[in-house]
């Protein structure tokens, strides 16, 4: 059972910057992918970015050249950057574990952090 724990959200101006955290509760080398979802109310729960353990990534359209993900291993957790905040990434943002145990891939979630960014 991986636990994970987000922190850094917050009340952003747009065009300001956040950096969420989300540290986990095992060594994430471990861990096959992590990853950021977000949902606003009303909608469902979409992936904002991704990054595997051999370091690949990949990200919502909506967001690439704006956040950026990372993951320290030493420190078993992952980050995203998130710059020139617009209104429209106003949402939950929640962080996700994927991690395959004898052929099984099982999911982990945090409790979530809001985010909000004024017009």
């Known amino acids: 059972q991986v636990q994970l724990v987000e922190s850094g959200g917050g009340l952003v101006q747009a065009g300001g910057s956040l950096r969420l955290s989300c540290a986990a509760s095992?060594?994430?080398?471990?861990?096959?992918?992590m990853g950021w979802y977000r949902q606003a109310p009303g909608n469902q729960r979409d992936l904002v970015a991704r990054?595997?353990?051999?370091?690949?990534?990949n990200y919502a359209d909506s967001v690439k050249g704006r956040f950026t993900i990372s993951r320290d291993n030493a420190k078993n957790t992952v980050y995203l950057e998130m710059n020139s905040l617009k209104p429209e990434d106003t949402a939950v943002y929640f962080c996700?574990?994927?991690?395959?145990?004898?052929?099984?891939?099982?999911?982990?979630w945090g409790q979530g952090t809001q985010v909000t960014v004024s017009s």
């Open positions: 996700n574990a994927g991690q395959m145990r004898a052929g099984v891939l099982y999911l982990y």
């Open positions: 095992e060594n994430i080398f471990h861990i096959n992918s």
């Open positions: 990054i595997t353990s051999g370091g690949s990534t």
